[in-house]
């Protein structure tokens, strides 16, 4: 049974950067894909971007000029960077594991806890 | 931003049938499946249905999913109290070098 532990700074001020990870245990890395999403208060799901075990990513449009993810295969471990914050990236962001089974075709089966990250002067 | 609709909400009594879409286009649901996650009060979401219309191990056969062209629906049969959560549709968008994309959910009110 897979499991994810997320964790990271929850309070930041406005233009500095965001920085979460997120502890796989009982799986490896070296499989599927890994992702972060989030979630304003009260609002939707929003995809922010994948990265494998080589380190390949793949970012979601609205928020690649600052997103950066990173892989540490001796620790089990993924990373999300996300530099110049405002209020606007006050969320609950999730780790998770995303699932590939062909062309096109994720679905993600496992989720971290989710930490709050609250932008604010 | 999402980029698949889906209305705000939807409701039944228990027992009851509830049914509701999720609309997309031609770069996202209509050539890529479609999964759906329920999202509980102050809970990570949770897988409910993938490709389209499979269930993980766990999941009642109460929920099931289906697509059709660019769309897809979820329903909820025999619906329950505990069934109140939102739902959110998503699938693999092929547009720009490719991201997931959620819909904008569902909130499923039991009466």
């Known amino acids: 049974q897979v499991q994810l532990q997320q964790w990271g700074a929850g309070l930041l001020k406005p233009s500095e950067t965001l920085s979460l990870t997120c502890g796989v245990y009982?799986?490896?890395?070296?499989?599927?894909?890994w992702s972060w999403i989030r979630q304003p208060p009260g609002k939707g799901l929003e995809w922010i971007g994948e990265?494998?075990?080589?380190?390949?990513?793949?970012?979601n449009p609205s928020l690649k000029s600052r997103v950066t993810m990173s892989v540490d295969t001796s620790k089990n471990q993924f990373s999300l960077k996300l530099s110049s914050v405002t209020a606007a990236d006050t969320a609950v962001y999730y780790c998770?594991?995303?699932?590939?089974f062909g062309s096109g075709n994720y679905y993600i089966d496992y989720w971290g806890q989710g930490t709050l990250v609250t932008v604010s002067s | 931003q999402s980029v698949l609709t889906q209305p705000p909400s939807a409701s039944g009594t228990p027992g009851q049938r509830v049914t509701f879409s999720c609309s997309g286009s031609?770069?996202?649901?209509?050539?890529?499946?479609v999964n759906w996650y329920q999202q509980l009060p102050g809970t990570a979401p949770k897988l409910l249905i993938y490709?389209?219309?499979e269930r993980p191990s766990g999941v009642p056969d109460r929920f099931s999913g289906s697509k059709s062209g660019t769309s897809a629906s979820l329903a909820i049969s025999g619906l329950q109290s505990e069934d109140e959560a939102d739902y959110y549709c998503?699938?693999?968008?092929?547009?720009?070098?490719?991201?997931?994309?959620f819909g904008s959910g569902t909130k499923v009110i039991v009466l």
């Open positions: 998770a594991r995303m699932f590939y």
């Open positions: 009982g799986g490896s890395l070296s499989v599927n894909y």
């Open positions: 990265i494998n075990y080589t380190g390949s990513t793949n970012y």
């Open positions: 031609t770069s996202d649901i209509g050539s890529n499946t």
């Open positions: 490709n389209n219309d």
């Open positions: 998503a699938a693999w968008g092929d547009s720009l070098n490719g991201y997931y994309v």
